[in-house]
């Protein structure tokens, strides 16, 4: 039976990568690492702030994306950037930003209505670093659970979506999806579907309790995001939300990505420590994504405001084959291309080593992930009494990307390298 492979998702970054043409370019690289799925942040006509999530006209293309040398209208280069990706096999989303738009935007005057409003003063959207509240001062919040007009409001979102779908795009990452109404997803998911059956649908779901993800798969989202990325493989946490949300979509793990620091800097520059946070997450969630810079061990953080191609650095390591590697084996197996059952077999014997069991939904597959979360020191434990999990042991295979071991059913002490993650996979008939 064919696999059913899931988004493994590049991240073009629109402010570091530059023009649309200069997207196009990096098409084939990210062919050859064997991603299906390109994520682009939003690329429309910005407010005075200049930030990428400060939007002004939703219709508009951001200058600094449209290739001047190229005869092309901006709607056109955005199809043709569309089609060439198509060519290579590549589905491409957008960011679809709804809850709130440029306080600049023509609509805080002509439609007041559609925003919140404390007495004269419209609402600025925010967020709380540690104990302190940073609002957003060039956001304006939309009110799209209890505008007056919340009928028109709905209709220009479905509006946008309808076009971008006709432009060719394929799904649409939804930026802090659990602030919004579930009735106004259900609305927009199900419209949207009646125009194209095919639109996937993106939750950006960090940040919230597990039941508001789980409110956002009901509500017609094909995949969330999960937070697997800031798990020490210690607390309960991160096993628990995966496995309560899924029956309900689809999860998506990051090593980083465009709100976070970079990794590579984050890890002191260590290959193996970044090695071991891709693989982790391409195993971990049905989904994996990363942002354009990852697989060359870029340094500087993204930003939404002041990034531009400038930014783009030197090759301080580089990751693609390793990716590549990865992202092949990821496709080669039904288990990494679903939200498989989940389990920790406890270790005792030795701290530093961590042992998950994933279990395929039909049982027919099953995994050792065997974690050495010792990014500096070998690790050995007694393989034996875990291997016992699986019933046949001739069927046993190890595929592990960085050191295979052979017959490694005939082993009992079994030492890890530092950052080392083995993968035992046994198929039942």
């Not at 509240?133 to 309808?162: C, F, P």
């Not at 309900?248 to 970044?274: C, G, M, Q």
Request: hydrophobic share 35%; charged share 25%; aromatic share 16%.
């Amino acid at each position: 039976m064919a696999i059913k492979e899931t988004a493994r998702i590049y991240n073009i970054f629109p402010r570091i990568a530059g023009n649309i043409t200069n997207w196009i370019s990096h098409f084939p690289r990210i062919t050859n690492m064997k991603f299906n799925w390109i994520f682009l942040n939003p690329f429309h006509y910005s407010g005075f702030s200049g930030s990428l999530y400060s939007i002004k006209d939703y219709y508009k293309l951001n200058p600094m994306f449209y290739d001047q040398s190229n005869k092309k209208t901006e709607i056109e280069q955005l199809k043709w950037m569309i089609d060439e990706a198509h060519k290579l096999g590549i589905k491409v989303m957008m960011d679809l930003v709804v809850n709130h738009t440029a306080v600049d935007h023509p609509f805080t005057k002509t439609h007041k209505e559609w925003y919140k409003w404390e007495g004269e003063k419209i609402v600025n959207p925010g967020a709380w670093d540690g104990n302190n509240w940073v609002s957003w001062g060039d956001l304006a919040e939309i009110d799209n659970e209890y505008s007056s007009d919340k009928k028109n409001l709905w209709k220009y979102w479905l509006d946008i979506v309808i076009y971008y779908l006709k432009l060719g795009f394929d799904g649409f990452r939804c930026d802090a999806a659990y602030k919004l109404p579930i009735e106004f997803w259900e609305y927009i998911i199900s419209k949207s579907k009646k125009q194209n059956s095919k639109v996937v649908w993106f939750a950006e779901s960090l940040g919230c309790q597990i039941e508001d993800t789980i409110k956002l798969g009901e509500s017609g989202f094909e995949y969330t995001f999960n937070s697997s990325k800031w798990w020490d493989y210690e607390e309960e946490w991160c096993l628990e939300q995966y496995n309560k949300n899924l029956p309900y979509s689809k999860s998506i793990s990051f090593p980083e990505s465009h709100d976070t620091n970079r990794i590579y800097d984050e890890l002191h520059e260590d290959p193996r420590a970044v090695k071991h946070k891709y693989l982790f997450s391409a195993l971990f969630s049905a989904g994996i994504m990363i942002p354009i810079g990852f697989e060359y061990g870029f340094k500087r953080r993204l930003s939404v405001v002041s990034t531009t191609p400038e930014d783009f650095e030197e090759i301080h390591h580089d990751f693609s084959q390793f990716i590549s590697e990865v992202n092949t084996l990821k496709s080669t197996y039904q288990i990494f291309n679903e939200e498989s059952y989940l389990e920790k077999i406890p270790v005792e014997e030795n701290v530093n080593i961590k042992v998950l069991l994933k279990t395929s939904l039909n049982k027919k597959e099953k995994c050792l992930l065997i974690i050495n979360k010792d990014f500096s020191k070998t690790q050995t434990i007694s393989i034996e009494k875990y291997l016992s999990i699986f019933p046949d042991r001739d069927k046993i295979k190890d595929i592990s990307i960085s050191y295979p071991v052979q017959k490694i059913y005939k082993e009992n002490n079994l030492s890890f390298k530092p950052a080392e993650i083995k993968i035992i996979y046994c198929k039942a008939k």
